[in-house]
């Protein structure tokens, strides 16, 4: 078994041939502090430590330049505007904003559908779950979309961790999965049907989770960071459900105590996730039905994101240019804005996630 108090700290080390200069240039400019320098009559080694790191600067070391990146509050204020830099030694600096802006790539709309089949393609992800990609061209790079599934029940190996992030929902299509979240009391049991919004930077972990386990996971922006917070404890003692992350509210939806109304489209009702209103509008969610008496015509609207993924039952569209396609558990589907489609038929045990940005989303009916 191996010894987890082994290794006692660690060190970068930078060679040098002219200790006295390179010394200074990380002292003087960039602040880092001298913790060890030796021998005393002729140095060749110094120690020094900031910013979480420790430098070794060597004069007998034979290491290639290493570059080293230092994220700041004002970067150009540093060095005089300069963001690049390089030390007497070569090693190449980078000077970064501390905190990036969310960045936003502009929306490029299109149809995508993705069929779940034999011949569809898994990869393994964090924590070694399986990813299948539903959106492959990002649409421009503003969102992503994941069908995970997990093989084997039991504990999983994750971590308390948050995401910079505009808006992530997680939907449970198939077993259960128990999570924790930051400031949300004790763990709990994500079934089959349910969902939660995670708002932008809350802690969480999933801890365990059935045979066979699926999800649904949207994200927006496409790529975004995930980060390890190495420091919080969950569940946390303090229990705040109504706070706000980043102007967002934690939603945890259960199937088993939602209730229906009217969907945007005739023919058809929902449940509403109660997300649009976590997120001011910013999004929506909900699980669309049919009612007994389907009476849906041609359709378009006008949206930034508007996402189908079929969770039970199938449905049949048609599609402009493409003619009447039959969708079954599994598939998905983006539709642009101003595409007309029709929802031809359904199986009556028909049960279609959507999710839209905006919560509320302008549909056109021509002769309506």
């Not at 930078?14 to 400019?29: K, M, N, Q």
């Not at 390890?228 to 199937?255: I, N, W, Y």
């Not at 649009?276 to 009476?295: C, D, F, H, I, Y």
């Amino acid at each position: 078994m191996k010894d987890s108090n082994n290794i006692q700290t660690a060190e970068v080390v930078l060679a040098c041939s002219d200790l006295d200069e390179t010394l200074a240039f990380f002292v003087e400019t960039l602040q880092f502090q001298i913790d060890r320098i030796f021998p005393a009559d002729a140095p060749t080694v110094a120690v020094l430590s900031g910013y979480g790191i420790r430098l070794r600067l060597d004069r007998h070391a034979t290491s290639k330049p290493a570059t080293l990146r230092l994220y700041c509050s004002a970067p150009t204020a540093l060095a005089q505007g300069n963001l690049r830099l390089q030390a007497p030694n070569g090693t190449e600096i980078e000077l970064e904003a501390a905190e990036n802006v969310l960045q936003l790539p502009p929306v490029v709309q299109s149809l995508v559908v993705s069929r779940l089949d034999s011949s569809t393609a898994w990869g393994v992800g964090r924590a070694g779950m399986r990813y299948r990609d539903l959106i492959p061209d990002r649409q421009g790079g503003r969102f992503i979309a994941s069908h995970i599934h997990i093989p084997d029940a039991g504990p999983v190996p994750d971590y308390v961790h948050y995401h910079r992030i505009r808006f992530q929902l997680i939907f449970c299509c198939r077993g259960w999965a128990k999570l924790v979240y930051e400031d949300q009391g004790g763990e709990f049991i994500l079934s089959a049907g349910d969902c939660v919004l995670q708002p932008p930077q809350i802690r969480h972990r999933v801890l365990e989770c059935s045979d066979n386990m699926e999800v649904v996971e949207i994200g927006c922006p496409a790529e975004h960071e995930t980060i390890a917070d190495h420091e919080m404890d969950l569940p946390t003692a303090v229990v705040a459900r109504k706070r706000l992350f980043m102007g967002q509210r934690f939603v945890r939806h259960q199937a088993e105590t939602a209730s229906w109304a009217k969907w945007r489209i005739d023919g058809f009702e929902c449940r509403d996730s109660g997300i649009g209103a976590a997120t001011s509008g910013l999004a929506g969610v909900r699980v669309v039905r049919p009612q007994l008496k389907p009476t849906a015509g041609p359709c378009s609207h006008v949206a930034e994101f508007v996402f189908f993924f079929v969770l039970k039952g199938s449905v049949k569209l048609e599609l402009t240019g493409r003619g009447i396609e039959q969708f079954n558990r599994g598939d998905s589907m983006v539709l642009p804005s101003n595409f007309s489609y029709t929802l031809v038929e359904s199986t009556q045990d028909l049960e279609l996630l959507e999710v839209t940005l905006p919560d509320i989303v302008e549909t056109h009916s021509p002769g309506a």
